[in-house]
């Protein structure tokens, strides 16, 4: 089983990109989880038709002990098994303590040994990289990690810090960083702009996906591009991705 972890800071892209990817890898075979490390708990929405699914958390705090995996984890696009961890009511508790709690219930459940899927995709708001929103890059929840980026000043900031974080815990055997997908904003200058910083954090560019409207008209339409028109320019360029992953 492949666990892969990916990062970015929160609007850039990052869960429109693990969906397609987990889409993609589907369409390759592969039986896929996708985890969204989110208090939004948006991650998975376009694997299901454009709807919010219980959050782990959510039911937890309705029905106590008493929750079987079926309340919590949900079959989306093409089999791809859709979780969300939640998080607490703004401005009350910690949502890293959210995902912290939500990833001791899943253990509980024994959730990876009953679906049995190829990979697990953890994709992790990387605004802040402490407690719970660094759970997947320790313990050995994820293996690889993927940071998502633009050009833009501020997501390429919180790419540095989260490249920080990751190196933090590869010295202690934990998850190495994979490389930077470039997700395009068309910020002038952008792929220099991003190549630099790979430079400066000792990474690379490991994919690069191109600005497209179709990528929002699909999320309109509450689905992935790989759903909404797999035979798209942009379909190929994430199922490029999804092969490029599982040949690493």
Known sequence: MRKI???????????TTTSNLSA???????????????????????????????TVLDVMNEKGDD??????VFEGYNGVLCVEAGGPTPGVGCAGRGIIAAFE????????????PDIVIYDVLGDVVCGG??????????KDVY????GEMMSMYAA???????NQFKSRGYASLKGIILNAKNVDGEVELVENLC?????????????????QISENDGKTVIEKDKESEMASIYMNLARKIVSE
């Open 147 to 150: 940071i998502v980026t633009s």
């Open 5 to 15: 972890a990916i990062y970015g800071k929160g609007g850039i892209g990052k869960s």
């Open 199 to 215: 430079n400066e954090i000792n990474s690379n560019v490991f994919h690069y996906i191109p600005r497209n409207q179709i990528v």
């Open 160 to 166: 540095s810090n989260i490249s920080t974080a990751v």
């Open 105 to 116: 219930k899943l253990e509980e459940l024994e959730a990876f040994e009953v679906y049995k």
């Open 67 to 72: 929750i079987d995996l079926k309340d919590i």
């Open 133 to 142: 929103f660094s759970m997947p890059i320790r313990n050995g929840y994820a």
């Open 24 to 54: 993609a890898l589907s369409q390759l075979g592969y039986k896929v989880m996708q985890i969204g490390c989110d208090p939004k708990a948006d991650s998975t929405k376009n694997l299901m038709k454009g709807k919010f699914i219980p």
